[in-house]
């Protein structure tokens, strides 16, 4: 095996959007490009019923999310295509931020009819955080949307990210006529029989065409003659580094401009990149020995043993089953014997994978998520995951004062995994834990019981902002109900804050106190 040519061959990207943008409609579309799938309905077990597999854990059957919808592979065109999936709604969690560690790009969906949305805004801000690109596709053009321009404004002024369409919708619901492809030069008609019309040099379809009399590729030409005056054109560089945006129309749904957009985005996304190590240096995915990061580990997915998958990201070199890797925080030797690769409808067994690919890894508890795997005579570890501020509060307390043991023992184990965030109240030393989103309270809450032994009990506190503040500013007057003082689990201090309200009436009383949305960094 040419190594970097396997590596070459690589495109790692995550999709991200809102709940109902159309992500899973558009996943369906490039997995049957792909051949990985056959028919639509079968990523999410949730519309179909159609629950194949037996060893996912509770929360996931119930939900209807799958272990192998997590990383999907498919070969098209010549590329190893890996897609991450990054859950919305209640599923959303840390995990979700984590994965987009581990991609080389992203595409960004957006209902056309709803523009940017909430979590829209926090998945790009952290995909923007990488500087890695961003391919946007603005979905549901059979139906009435907003204004393509009115769109793009928005993506430029709500994400701050310069947008460069290339193609442009003419008309849109149900006077949808299909795409301008600029970068294709052509048309691609969402009617009748013909696919495809070529445009003449002045860009205009010929003029027996039906198009010449329809007032929407009048204003399509319009809007294209303002874009190309006044907008950003197409280039590659600032592409890469995250500057601009690619824009494309479509309609995931009728499977329209789906596969126009794969293609170009394919000719464009990065090979898997280089990832820096704590000591700043980057290491090439073409280094023969292999490397690879943790980035996050779901739990149980066998119910009947305790075990637990860490997803692996390649970023050097090549796996080979049953390889000896080097656990570098612990500097201890483990064997990956039980590994494996997801393919769109069943998780599969590997031999080998290189450099970009995402490898799950059996886990009984050796790994944490942030953790870098190593062969060779290599010794370093890659850069640490950024950390994702929680907004969702809990106190908990174990059921049975007689298993405080295990409870104790259970909540240090996941806290260090990264499967939740713990807090302690700075007066009552309290228990607090924080998540981005519900599941992982639910989850913590079924793995204690699993897996430790130990039933606890949890109260809602809500919403909360947390807010570090200086050991030397700290006084302990300063807390009340409205921002309760903690600690997080490097004893730094911080507060939290019932709501913006409550931050704001603490900076009034106290100017001269520093508040910062991270922790402290050593
Ligand atoms: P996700 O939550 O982002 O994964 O969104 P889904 O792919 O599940 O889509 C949400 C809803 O929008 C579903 O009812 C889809 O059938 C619908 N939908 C997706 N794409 C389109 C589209 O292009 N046009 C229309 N009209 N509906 C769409």
């Known amino acids: 095996m040419n190594l970097q040519e396997e590596v070459n061959k690589r495109r790692t990207f995550a999709i991200i959007s809102h709940p109902d943008a159309g992500k899973t409609t558009i996943t369906e579309q490039l997995l049957m490009f792909g051949g990985a799938i056959r028919e639509a309905g079968t990523v999410k077990g949730k519309k179909t019923g159609n629950f194949a597999k037996s060893d996912w854990m509770d929360i996931e059957k119930q939900r ?15 590329k190893k295509v890996n897609i991450l999936d990054t859950p919305g709604h209640e599923d959303f969690s840390e995990d979700t931020y984590r994965t987009l560690m581990a991609v080389d790009a992203a595409v960004m969906v957006i209902d056309s009819a709803k523009g940017i949305e909430a979590q829209t805004k926090k998945l790009f801000k952290v995909v923007k955080d990488r500087e890695i690109p961003i391919f946007t596709f603005i979905n549901k053009l ?9 769109l793009l404004e928005e993506l430029e002024e709500t994400l701050g990210i310069q947008s460069t369409p290339m193609n442009w919708p003419i008309g849109m619901g149900k006077a949808f006529e299909g795409l301008y492809d600029m970068h294709n030069h052509r048309i691609e008609m969402f009617k009748g029989d013909e696919r495809f019309i070529e445009l003449d040099e002045d860009g205009q379809v010929p003029e027996d065409n039906h198009l010449r009399q329809n007032p929407f590729y009048q204003q399509a030409l319009d809007d294209i003659e303002l874009i190309q005056e006044a907008g950003n054109p197409f280039d590659e560089e600032e592409v890469l580094a995250g500057e601009l945006t690619p824009v494309f129309f479509g309609s995931a749904l009728t499977n329209f401009g789906v596969q126009t957009f794969l293609d ?45 998958i860490a997803f692996v990201r390649i970023s050097s070199g090549e796996f080979q089953r049953g ?33 970009g690919d995402i490898i799950g890894v059996y886990d009984t508890g050796t790994y944490q998520v942030g953790d870098t795997l190593l062969t060779g005579k290599q010794n370093f570890e890659y ?43 700075y007066q009552t030393n309290e228990y607090m834990l924080g998540a981005v989103g519900h599941l992982q309270f639910e989850v913590f809450q079924h793995r204690m019981i699993n897996e430790y032994n130990a039933e606890v009990n949890m109260t809602p506190m809500g919403n909360k902002t947390v807010r570090w503040i200086k050991p030397e500013q700290l006084d302990e007057k300063m807390s009340s109900s409205r921002n309760i003082l903690a600690r997080d689990r ?20 106290y100017p001269d106190v520093e508040l910062s949305a991270t922790p402290p960094t050593e």
Do not use: C
């Open 64 to 78: 209807g999310i799958s272990v192998t919808s997590s990383v999907m592979q498919f070969d098209y065109a010549g």
């Open 142 to 150: 059979d139906r009435d949307g907003r204004e393509p321009l009115d």
């Open 264 to 308: 170009t985005f394919l000719e464009y996304a990065p090979i898997p990149h280089a990832h820096k190590t704590t000591e700043g240096e980057e290491i090439s995915p073409y280094e023969p020995d292999f490397s690879g990061f943790v980035f996050k580990i779901q739990a149980n997915m066998n119910p009947a043993h305790r075990d637990r």
């Open 323 to 355: 390889m000896d890797v080097k656990l570098a925080r612990t500097n201890k030797k483990v064997k990956l014997s039980n590994v494996t690769q997801f393919m769109a409808e069943s998780r599969e067994n590997i031999e080998s994978a290189v450099a």
């Open 383 to 425: 850069e640490p995951l950024p950390t994702f501020t929680p907004e969702l509060f809990m106190r908990v307390s174990a059921k049975n004062v007689m298993k405080q043991k295990s409870f104790h023992k259970g909540i240090e184990q996941l806290v260090q995994e990264g499967a939740i965030q713990l807090y302690k109240n």
């Open 490 to 509: 490097f004893d730094n201090p911080l507060f939290l804050f019932e709501n913006q309200f409550a931050e704001r009436w603490f900076a009034d009383k």
